[in-house]
């Protein structure tokens, strides 16, 4: 029997230009495409990528020329981090047990595709994968999850290693469970994390509709919404028509919306605690405003993505480019469950009694609500005058001269038998 023949992958020659096209989105003015004779059929093939930049434009034609060097075909070197692990799943997970596979399935589903699925594989970087990273332990995502997440990751970016689409695998980590302490540090002091009054979210609030595709104002109405009710996105996004009481203007907080295996699912809220939220009068109009739009159906979403979808916290992150615009902003720290943070801080510093605090942030442990009641600097000095004023009453100032105080009595005592 003759043996098989192998074939070497051969170096593509790739033509490349950059298109100037003004009349586009800014993140859209310039189109960079390659060409290139395909191999197998040998047609003329092309591909091409829409970016904000002429250095941007370079930068993608770099990566596909060299790919190409070293025979991968451009089209497939484009191919997203979603698309590539599923075509390469069985590939990259041989000699896996059953009983390993399934975790790692779910994590692929449920974190991996949509956080960073839609990433070109040729554009994976150790920065992208350290912000999954960080993202998925702020979301309280256990170590055994994260495990089983990472673990598929690293699987699939090692394949694309051997496949030649990229030089290295920038997914693998070591030492990511001290994050998890990191994380634990920085609760201890969840103040630190928010927005400091109304006009510092509405800026915010406008500068992600300002950067979103069409400016699409629900964008800026869902984070005023998370930050005054002190929801999770998840929770924002479940909230429908009979949810809202326009009596007392209050929010019955009884689900949220969370990936599943299937794709977006409502469910209960964490720790299936149903609770009820004030809407407070800054963000009654907005309020009342979607139910105008949304109409008399009970089961409505208020909020909605601009085709009817429902809202994530990726989807939100990708529709404003949240990171450009907090960076942009001064606040690089900032995330989207941050709104979150200000909003139960706002509480606490209105004087909100604990109790109520608590039900508000449907906390199952009272220690955590008790985090955002550390006092600001400026309650500091307040107590510390307060003192003085309470230890100095009574006494007289030393300004002001007295006359003495006439001696007491001398007084003996005897002993009575």
């Given at each position: 029997?003759?043996?098989?023949?192998?074939?070497?992958?051969?170096?593509?020659?790739?033509?490349?230009?950059?298109?100037?096209?003004?009349?586009?989105?800014?993140?859209?003015?310039?189109?960079?495409?390659?060409?290139?004779?395909?191999?197998?059929?040998?047609?003329?093939?092309?591909?091409?990528?829409?970016?904000?930049?002429?250095?941007?434009?370079?930068?993608?034609?770099?990566?596909?020329?060299?790919?190409?060097?070293?025979?991968?075909?451009?089209?497939?070197?484009?191919?997203?981090?979603?698309?590539?692990?599923?075509?390469?799943?069985?590939?990259?997970?041989?000699?896996?047990?059953?009983?390993?596979?399934?975790?790692?399935?779910?994590?692929?589903?449920?974190?991996?595709?949509?956080?960073?699925?839609?990433?070109?594989?040729?554009?994976?970087?150790?920065?992208?994968?350290?912000?999954?990273?960080?993202?998925?332990?702020?979301?309280?995502?256990?170590?055994?999850?994260?495990?089983?997440?990472?673990?598929?990751?690293?699987?699939?970016?090692?394949?694309?290693?051997?496949?030649?689409?990229?030089?290295?695998?920038?997914?693998?980590?070591?030492?990511?469970?001290?994050?998890?302490?990191?994380?634990?540090?920085?609760?201890?002091?969840?103040?630190?994390?928010?927005l400091k009054d109304w006009d510092t979210l509405d800026e915010l609030a406008n500068a992600l509709v300002e950067r979103s595709h069409g400016h699409y104002r629900i964008w800026g109405d869902v984070v005023r919404f998370a930050a005054c009710t002190?929801?999770?996105?998840?929770?924002?996004?479940?909230?429908?028509?009979?949810?809202?009481?326009?009596?007392?203007?209050?929010?019955?907080?009884?689900?949220?919306?969370?990936?599943?295996?299937?794709?977006?699912?409502?469910?209960?809220?964490?720790?299936?605690?149903?609770?009820?939220?004030?809407?407070?009068?800054?963000?009654?109009?907005?309020?009342?405003?979607?139910?105008?739009?949304?109409?008399?159906?009970?089961?409505?979403?208020?909020?909605?993505?601009?085709?009817?979808?429902?809202?994530?916290?990726?989807?939100?992150?990708?529709?404003?480019?949240?990171?450009?615009?907090?960076?942009?902003?001064?606040?690089?720290?900032?995330?989207?469950?941050?709104?979150?943070?200000?909003?139960?801080?706002?509480?606490?510093?209105?004087?909100?009694?604990?109790?109520?605090?608590?039900?508000?942030?449907?906390?199952?442990?009272?220690?955590?609500?008790?985090?955002?009641?550390?006092?600001?600097?400026?309650?500091?000095?307040?107590?510390?005058?307060?003192?003085?004023?309470?230890?100095?009453?009574?006494?007289?100032?030393?300004?002001?001269?007295?006359?003495?105080?006439?001696?007491?009595?001398?007084?003996?005592?005897?002993?009575?038998?």
């Open positions: 029997m003759a043996d098989t023949p192998v074939i070497i992958p051969m170096a593509i020659d790739v033509t490349s230009d950059i298109e100037h096209r003004p009349e586009r989105r800014p993140d859209y003015r310039y189109r960079a495409r390659v060409r290139w004779w395909d191999p197998s059929s040998g047609g003329r093939k092309s591909l091409s990528s829409s970016v904000g930049s002429e250095e941007a434009a370079e930068e993608w034609i770099a990566r596909i020329r060299k790919a190409a060097e070293r025979g991968v075909v451009p089209s497939k070197s484009n191919v997203s981090l979603a698309e590539y692990g599923e075509e390469n799943w069985d590939l990259a997970m041989r000699g896996l047990e059953p009983k390993t596979l399934d975790p790692y399935k779910a994590g692929w589903k449920l974190r991996v595709v949509p956080a960073i699925g839609h990433i070109a594989v040729v554009s994976m970087t150790h920065g992208i994968t350290d912000r999954a990273l960080h993202a998925w332990i702020a979301d309280a995502v256990g170590k055994s999850s994260v495990k089983n997440t990472l673990a598929p990751l690293v699987r699939v970016m090692e394949q694309a290693w051997r496949d030649g689409i990229v030089d290295s695998n920038p997914c693998r980590m070591s030492g990511w469970q001290a994050l998890y302490q990191q994380a634990e540090d920085e609760l201890d002091d969840p103040r630190s994390l928010a002190a929801a999770r996105i998840g929770e924002v996004s479940g909230v429908r028509v009979k949810d809202i009481n326009r009596f007392d203007w209050t929010w019955d907080l009884c689900r949220q919306t969370t990936p599943s295996p299937g794709g977006l699912v409502d469910k209960g809220t964490k720790g299936n605690r149903r609770r009820t939220v004030p809407i407070i009068e800054e963000i009654r109009e907005l309020v009342k405003w979607r139910l105008t739009v949304v109409g008399d159906n009970p089961m409505a979403r208020l909020f909605t993505g601009p085709r009817g979808g429902r809202i994530t916290t990726a989807v939100l992150r990708d529709a404003t480019h949240w990171d450009e615009v907090v960076v942009g902003l001064g606040y690089e720290y900032l995330r989207r469950h941050d709104l979150r943070h200000t909003g139960l801080t706002w509480f606490a510093d209105a004087g909100t009694p604990l109790h109520v605090l608590q039900k508000i942030a449907g906390h199952g442990q009272i220690t955590t609500t008790q985090r955002y009641l550390h006092p600001d600097r400026r309650a500091i000095e307040l107590a510390g005058e307060a003192l003085s004023a309470h230890l100095t009453a009574g006494r007289t100032s030393p300004e002001t001269p007295t006359d003495p105080e006439p001696a007491a009595p001398v007084r003996h005592l005897r002993l009575v038998r």
